[in-house]
């Protein structure tokens, strides 16, 4: 959407010249849309009104106080950043970023809008053969997407509100005399162009207005305030115009919020009394609670002046510093802070005046509060910038749960339509007695001894609810269960009226057993469904009722709401659910032990996928002896790509794989190879290791940064350096090796000897501090002993161990929580580590063998499966195929360190596989 506001001051400038903005380094001032800039255009004596909506996504929520069903979309296309975002993914996602996640706003609020507008910008920065060769792919694209979401609407029957544009045009989404093409050379006349096709479109909406509509749109812009109540406004009118009656007024300000002169949700109670005529105003309201930069921070705390507070307490400047401190760490902004925001930076400067604007801002859900009295200082949850996520990876429940999950098919639903449904959760629980926790991806609520959590993916459009207790609660659950899942449908269909919600509820009985397909019911009967019909009244079963799951008979309330039960039929259903428990805890710990007892086998081959393989895993002098000539060191296969059409539909199926980009991402490389005064400790054939895993990971199309020899800070800062880079935003997937000594309790070492905890690394890779990878895969691999133990027990120092580097150095680390060895993968997967792949040399208190020519068995392992497997399996799937590897070749050769044990474990969410896909990008 980049370069809407050069076109409004172009449409806008009346010498008929282009006018560019400069948002260059350069830039005398910020030329940045900040929320959206409500501006005007005259064509030919008609006057239209264009909202330029900032393009940034924590902007999209506002987007909302701006819908109308009497607009005209504009989508602007810069072709740059197409052509950019298509090389680097696919046309598929280019499209939806640049053009479709903005028409769903617009669209899925208001499905009768007509045809929009299509504007490509930035023509002048190619060749016109590959201009139109990108024009093509971008319409073709478009029309594609469109023809799956009516055949999508098909298949559910015709049941939700259809986007009228889409299932009408016979001629694509975006019809041929609305597209238009712009170059920085190209004359005035395209955009006369641009200026008689909406002032022609406009005409469906434009209607002969009598003069005192005039007068009186005049009279109320000239109020000087932000905003006024009805009355206010009638009584002012009539001091110039005094025939103008009550009822004349509402038809009036109807019209002028219809038409984006004022603001006026007359059909919302608590914001009826309301008239905002000053809407550039309110953009600073939204801006206030949008613009978190620490730099604005900071410029806040430098021009603090001390006050004193509604209470009339003093106010100094570290008090203030602590509210933001608190805001920044936490997400929950102090109503202290929040008023002082408001009167400072906004004109909403009385007390009354900062009611509004919350009540404002609560309404629209931009925040939820303030929050319960067990709080020591009122405060108000910003969803947007809470901390942290919920791990959304699902785990065989102790407690009863009951678990929904709604997916929202069609147009995109906006990511902070999902922010809303926190705040739907959460407005459920005003009781004072209520347990809050709220982080980006969620919220739980704990009362009255009911567990309420809610999850969402907006990446896959899921929404999960969970509900859980005891046994004899199982009447509330579902209560809870059905009022909070339909009060939240409820609203999106309200606003986002063209949405497509399918909800599956999932049988309570297998949940508590951990079957991997638990039986489902899709869109239950007691599930809204649309605003078409009422919500419906759940039939309830008895508590003494039972039905089938399989060919068991289990209690009907596992599966169906039910009545509440009788202390009997409460006691009976304990029992029952305890001996689910204990079968469902007997089958996770025989699945384990089969697992576990992989590590002695090879790994299971799937058949129709290794014929794609022409190189055997019966391995090609993977470990040469010492005979072996030198050249052999470097690994060079042919890297197999992705030709099997099963694993190549999985390309674009979210559901069941993480997004590959084009480019698929970027991998440091970290290797400490000489370490200070310490020469005996030089891990010679590690150089080795970094040129393999180089030259695979390009081959894999990564961007490879390698860093040597570094100091236990330097790591650090290595690692902080690369997850703040930008352009992670874009890419698929982020790869990090380390190459080093280790030691006991899961520390690896800087080339001067002091120590660094895994845990302080795979901190700096949380969403919290690694934004850009968010919800995306981060694979790490260790190459780094822990220890001097075989798996035969203790032993002597083995030739390829580090001996002496095991000596403890100086810590720089503080402490933090323990990082799994062997037995701690499983503690690992409960901690905020989402979406990490990791694969290490060797046990925690075991060696990795390492080789002085040929470098260290696992990274040479790893390469050589990477070359042969990587197109048609998943990595964890590969990773666990070295771990059988190298132990097979400890034993056979007969290895002096008898048997090394390489550790794999994950925290992969929502059941995704990760692959690679080499030499294929979904076209």
């Known amino acids: 959407m980049a370069g809407k506001t050069s076109l409004i001051r172009t449409l806008q400038n009346a010498d008929r010249k282009r006018v560019l903005t400069n948002r260059g380094p350069d830039a005398v001032r910020d030329e940045t849309t900040k929320v959206f800039n409500v501006e005007e255009v005259e064509v030919d004596g008609t006057v239209l009104r264009v909202i330029d909506m900032g393009g940034q996504e924590v902007y999209h929520i506002t987007y909302q106080l701006t819908l109308r069903q009497n607009c ?104 041929g005399e609305d597209i238009y093409e712009v170059g920085k050379d190209d004359k005035y006349e395209v955009f006369d162009l641009i200026k008689e096709s909406l002032l022609q479109s406009s005409q469906h909406f434009v209607k002969p207005l009598p003069l005192v509509w005039e007068e009186v749109n005049e009279k109320v812009l000239s109020i000087p305030s932000v905003y006024s109540t009805f009355d206010e406004i009638l009584k002012y009118v009539q001091t110039e115009l005094q025939h103008i009656e009550s009822s004349q007024l509402d038809i009036i300000l109807t019209y002028m919020h219809d038409c984006g002169k004022v603001l006026w949700y007359k059909d919302i109670s608590s914001l009826r009394p309301y008239i905002f005529h000053k809407i ?38 570290e008090d203030f510093e602590r509210f933001v401190n608190h805001f920044t760490e936490t997400g929950l902004m102090m109503q202290c802070l929040l008023t002082h925001l408001v009167k400072q930076e906004t004109p909403f400067t009385g007390l009354e005046d900062v009611k509004v604007a919350v009540c404002l801002l609560l309404t629209f859900r931009l925040l939820y509060g303030p929050l319960p009295a067990d709080f020591k200082e009122p405060c108000f949850i910003v969803p947007q910038f809470a901390n942290d996520f919920f791990d959304t990876s699902y785990s065989s429940p102790k407690n009863m749960l009951l678990r929904v999950e709604t997916q929202f098919n069609g ?209 090609e002098n993977l470990y040469p002896d010492r005979k072996e000539v030198e050249e052999m060191k470097f690994i060079r296969l042919r890297l197999n790509p992705t030709s099997n059409p099963k694993i190549r539909q999985l390309f674009s199926n979210t559901d069941k794989v993480f997004t590959m980009t084009r480019k698929r991402g970027r991998a440091l490389i970290i290797n400490n190879m000489n370490f200070d005064k310490r020469p005996d400790l030089c891990r010679k054939g590690s150089d080795v290791d970094v040129e393999n895993m180089s030259a695979m990971l390009k081959s894999l199309k990564f961007d490879v940064v390698t860093r040597t020899n570094l100091k236990a800070e330097e790591m650090l800062s290595a690692v902080k350096s690369e997850v703040i880079k930008e352009e992670h935003e874009d890419l698929g997937c982020h790869v990090l090796v380390i190459m080093t000594h280790g030691g006991l309790n899961n520390h690896i070492y800087g080339t001067d000897l002091k120590r660094v905890k895994l845990t ?30 075989s798996d ?34 499983e503690a690992m997967n409960r901690l905020n580590y989402d979406d990490l792949l990791v694969v290490k040399s060797s046990m925690e208190s075991f060696i990795a063998k390492v080789h ?70 979904g076209s």
């Open 72 to 175: 005209i979309p504009v989508i602007v296309v810069n072709m740059e950043q197409y052509e950019e975002i298509s090389s680097e993914s696919t046309h598929r996602e280019a499209v939806r970023r640049l053009a479709f996640d903005y028409m769903s706003h617009l669209y899925l609020a208001n499905p009768t809008l007509g045809a929009p507008k299509l504007i490509f910008t930035h023509k002048d920065k190619f060749q016109n053969a590959q201009f139109q060769k990108l024009r093509k792919n971008f319409l073709e694209t478009s029309n594609q997407l469109c023809e799956e979401m009516i055949r999508e609407e098909k298949a559910l029957g015709g049941e939700f509100a259809q986007i009228k544009h889409f299932s009408e045009s016979t001629e694509g989404v975006f019809l």
């Open 792 to 825: 035969y027990g203790q032993r002597g120092i083995d030739r390829f161990d580090i001996g002496e580097s095991q000596k403890e150095g100086e810590s720089i680390s503080p402490p933090l929580a323990k990082v799994p060895g062997d037995k701690d993968a």
């Open 760 to 789: 302080d690394v795979y901190d700096l890779l949380t969403p919290l501090n690694f934004p850009g990878m968010a919800g995306k895969p981060k694979v790490v691999i260790l190459e780094v002993c822990s220890g001097e133990r």
């Open 280 to 317: 550039s105003e309110v953009t600073k309201l939204l801006c206030v609670l949008y613009h978190h930069d620490p730099n604005i921070w900071q410029s806040r705390v430098d021009k603090f002046q001390p006050y004193f507070s509604e209470d009339g307490m003093p106010v100094e400047k």
């Open 411 to 619: 147009l995109a639903l906006p990511q902070y339509v999902y922010q809303q449904m926190i705040v739907c959760l959460l407005k459920l629980f005003s009781d004072e007695f209520a347990v809050i926790k709220v982080k980006k991806n969620g919220a739980n609520v704990y009362q009255d001894g009911i567990y309420t959590q809610l999850v969402h993916d907006y990446k896959s459009r899921k929404v999960s609810l969970h509900v859980s207790s005891n046994a004899a609660n199982i009447s509330r659950m579902w209560e809870r269960l059905i009022t909070t899942n339909n009060n939240i449908l409820r609203h999106v269909l309200e606003t986002w009226t063209a949405s497509r919600p399918v909800t599956t509820c999932y049988c309570a009985h297998c949940l508590l057993l951990g079957l991997p397909c638990p039986k489902k019911v899709q869109r239950p009967p007691w599930c809204l469904r649309s605003l078409q019909h009422s919500t419906p009244s759940p039939r309830l079963c008895s508590g003494s009722s039972t039905t089938l799951c399989g060919d068991e008979e289990i209690p009907s309330a596992l599966l169906y709401p039910c009545e509440t039960l009788s202390e009997r039929e409460a006691d009976k259903l304990e029992k029952f659910v305890k001996e689910l428990n204990l079968r469902g805890a007997e089958g996770r710990l025989a699945n384990s032990a089969a697992n576990s007892s992989q590590l002695d086998l090879p790994t299971p081959t799937i058949t129709a996928n290794d014929d794609l393989s022409d190189l055997s895993d019966d391995d």
């Open 852 to 921: 002085p020519v040929y470098g260290s068995l696992m990274i040479r392992a790893l390469v050589s499966s990477m070359y042969k497997h990587a197109g048609h399996h998943d990595l964890f799937t590969i990773f666990k195929q070295v771990q059988t590897k190298v132990r097979k070749l400890c034993l056979d050769k007969n290895l002096e360190s008898g048997g090394q044990l390489v550790v794999v474990w994950d925290t992969l969410t929502h059941m995704r596989k990760l692959y690679l896909f080499p030499g294929f990008n």
